[in-house]
């Protein structure tokens, strides 16, 4: 079965410094999508970021990358220069056969 | 370029009543899906369409839920006679299936059930 784990219930950053949220997943289909979503207290789901199994480069959109280590199964999202708007609960997620499969999501609180 | 909308936003309904949720996707989009996220949980997938055909369903999803997207376009989510478990938020997405695909979500619509 496929499984999402998220091991950081809350972290925080200063603001304008860089934070890594770790995610890591298991699953047995050699093709498979990995997810980043962004859940602003409002509730909205606000995608983020994905990255393919077969992509051979790490995907990058804008201020958030994806460090993707397919041998560790892993799957972490560093944002860079933090702002305050990136105060939210983030989760990672994984294509399952159409349905996405999420972990349990990391709680994001930036410092001014 | 209009989002996925979902109405009503908020529901509160007495237990044992029914309800029923509207999910609007992206226009171009053939995939529409249903997910259900408690308090400090990730969202957990209920089911979904490919045009109007529903294609999966969750054992999570019991026989008082139904879902139909009649015409391939909009979707209604049902739950017939409510319980408190039910609390939660739903939250539709869409997508345009073309081997891997980026799902969109709504806002999503809280549902208490007293």
């Known amino acids: 079965a496929q499984k999402i784990t998220q091991t950081q219930p809350g972290m925080f950053v200063q603001e304008k410094e860089a934070v890594t949220l770790d995610c890591t997943y298991d699953?047995?289909?050699?093709?498979?999508?990995l997810f980043w979503y962004k859940q602003p207290s409002s509730g909205e789901m606000i995608f983020l970021i994905y990255?393919?199994?077969?992509?051979?480069q790490n995907a990058t959109e804008g201020r958030y990358s994806l460090n993707f280590q397919k041998a560790r199964k892993s799957a972490n999202l560093v944002i860079s220069a933090s702002q305050l708007g990136d105060s939210a609960m983030y989760f990672c997620a994984m294509s399952g056969g159409g349905k996405l499969i999420f972990g349990q999501g990391t709680e994001l609180s930036v410092k001014p | 370029d209009t989002g996925v909308s979902q109405n009503p936003r908020h529901k509160i309904t007495k237990r044992g009543q029914n309800v029923t949720f509207r999910c609007d996707p992206i226009s171009e989009h053939n995939r529409l899906y249903w997910y259900r996220q408690t308090l400090g949980q990730g969202p957990e997938f209920l089911t979904y369409f490919q045009n109007e055909a529903q294609l999966e369903k969750s054992r999570l999803l019991s026989d008082r839920f139904s879902a139909e997207r009649p015409k391939g376009s909009f979707s209604t989510l049902e739950i017939q006679r409510t319980e408190q478990g039910d609390s939660a938020m739903y939250l539709c997405?869409?997508?345009?299936?073309?081997?891997?695909?980026?799902?969109?979500f709504g806002p999503g619509t809280r549902l208490l059930v007293l």
């Open positions: 990255q393919g199994s077969y992509d051979q």
């Open positions: 997405a869409s997508s345009f299936y073309a081997g891997f695909e980026t799902q969109y």
């Open positions: 699953t047995s289909d050699p093709s498979y999508g």
